[in-house]
């Protein structure tokens, strides 16, 4: 089997670049299956290729290639002094002398078209060079329709707009290359996120080993105030930890033994010891940022069907200007007018806007969400989100938070406090997770210092012991009613309880009844808002799916405001509930832990998991996951998606709409180059800045 070889791009600054960078890549014998992302600046591809083979496919734009996992700290470059705006900024001296030295009455015109040559060849070297290698090998591309209307300018004499043209080219690849850039930091800020060494005791002894070269069971020394630089599991210490570039809370969290750290992470208050449980290319991060990675390289249904138009369409545009230049003159018009309005159709067709309008609105939503703690999987999954119409959402774990939490603690007389420690003491002998909910909800109050002999766990009705030589039954109503007589008023306390969907346990002590307590998998205080704000959005049905009892989930639906409640389903049942619901709204979301529900999230049109954060299968099988385990997160998805789909529509219609515009003019004959190249550079900062909106989207 062939290997996979990545590496990062450096200056690779348009959309037509990378499909032309990909495309010689491609033309190397010994190489296959070559993918160029655009939105990551990544190369990928099978076979065997050397850097000088790859630096000569790229040598048309000066595109390097360094290794995938160095760490290069991109240079701060003050604005004024990189190399395309001084190329800008000299371009335009040159056309000031030039407009100077025309409006001047001097004897010798030269002077002025000297400037204005110079002009073109500072402003336009790099750019006749590649586009005169196009033309030879009859590839028309961006560079190669402005190289040869500019230099069919000069020839008829139009040596003043053919200057200012390249001019505003200039201006035009300078902003592009900018705003590229601010699309893309969103990567660059998530590959920046885990420090590249940390302090590490082996062998009794304290290291500081770069990342690379830390291995499992390594145990890091985490400082107040330090980066956490890999995943682990905290061996000792007690501290929180600001997990915001990994889950997007914004709340720290408080880490204590035994709990799950991430990469990336910040330590806040106490000193930590980490053992480490991944690599540095399996931690929680590395897969975000390659997840990312891959989903701005996938090619949205927009983007696919952009670049299948830009494909016919730079011929065409050629064929009109040819037509343009011809066809008039043939019928006794000026053969210098009239060949100028067809070079002019050549600077206004430029695919450039058109052929970044889709890849930077994805590039920068994918980003954006990343950073809010959100992973969305490809451009695919981003533009079907915006079309949900329902949403399925499992309960346990989803709509509530998945385990259980004591709600309801009712006694017959007042001993309140000895009855709670009797009980605990004996639910402390048990793995019964709600026998975990109760000793947790003790615990908060006071610690159990009972003790406990006899113990007895009885299949499916409870379990009792005595706590300091007193009997006491922990154990369903039911298991209750045959051991005693339940006073009238808690047993109708007790079927009000589970009208609501709790689970009750009654408490015996001595043979005498003496307390009821209520359990339930207590509702996320988030749910309800949620489900009003997706409503608000537009999503026309929300539907439970849930293996629990109808009586338990019709109570947490009521709480949230879900109608539809579809409860007693298997996996299988899930499935097929989703797949009904496709068929009566559409395209359906479904919202489920990423494990259990993985046939339900596999047919809906989009599966999004519940905690992505160190969770493996919710990464691998999900199409979009909320690493915090945040519901909130859902109805800014939504948000985000739906903008997309807007802004990539509003950028197809500028792009394709100036240009329209533009060569209407042809008509009157008032096409200029001038106006041809305001039209290309105002389409293209328009579809930019109109995709960089996306990075004001927000939870």
Known sequence: MTSKTEYRLENLTCASCAMKFENNVKKISSVSDVIVNFGASKLSFEGDATIDELLEAGAFDGIKVVPLHKRKPDPKIPFYRRKENVVTAISLVFVLLGLFFTHKSVPEPLIATGFFAAAIVVGGLSMFITGIKNLVKLEFDMKTLMTIAIIGAAIIG??????????????????????????????????DIAPSSAIVRRDGELLELLT?????????????GQKIAMDGVVKNGYSTVNQAPITGESVPVLKNTGDEVFAGTLNEEGALEVTVTKLVNDTTIAKIIHLVEEAQAEKAPSQKFVDKFAKYYTPAIIGVAILVAIVPPLFGADWQTWIYQGLAVLVVGCPCALVISTPVAIVTAIGNAARQGVLIKGGAHLEEMGRITAVAFDKTGTLTKGYPEVTDFLTVDDARNDIL????????????????AIVTFVQEKEPVKTTVTDFQSVTGKGAYARVNGTLVHVGSIQWATELVQIPATMKEQAEKLQLTGKSVMAVLIDQSFQAIIAVTDPLREESEDVLHKLKDIGIRHTVMLTGDDKRTAEAIARQVGVTDVRAGLMPEDKLTAVKGLIGQYGRVAMVGDGINDAPALAASSIGIAMGGAGTDAALETADIALMADDLRQLPYTM?????????IKENIMFALGIKIVALLLIIPGWLTLWIAIFADMGATLLVVLNSLRLMRIHK
Not at 421 to 436: C, D, G, I, K
Not at 639 to 647: E, F, H, V
């Open 212 to 224: 690379e070269d830390i291995q499992i069971n390594d145990v890091l020394i985490v400082k107040p």
């Open 639 to 647: 948000k985000l998606s739906r903008k997309t789909l807007q802004i």
């Open 421 to 436: 420690q009797a009980v605990a003491a004996v639910e402390s002998m048990s793995q019964h997770p709600l026998a975990r």
């Open 158 to 191: 139009e040596w003043q707009e053919a200057a200012v043209v390249v001019f505003l080219f200039a201006v035009s690849e300078a902003l592009e290359a900018y705003s590229m850039n601010k699309a893309r930091q969103s990567i660059r800020q998530l590959m």
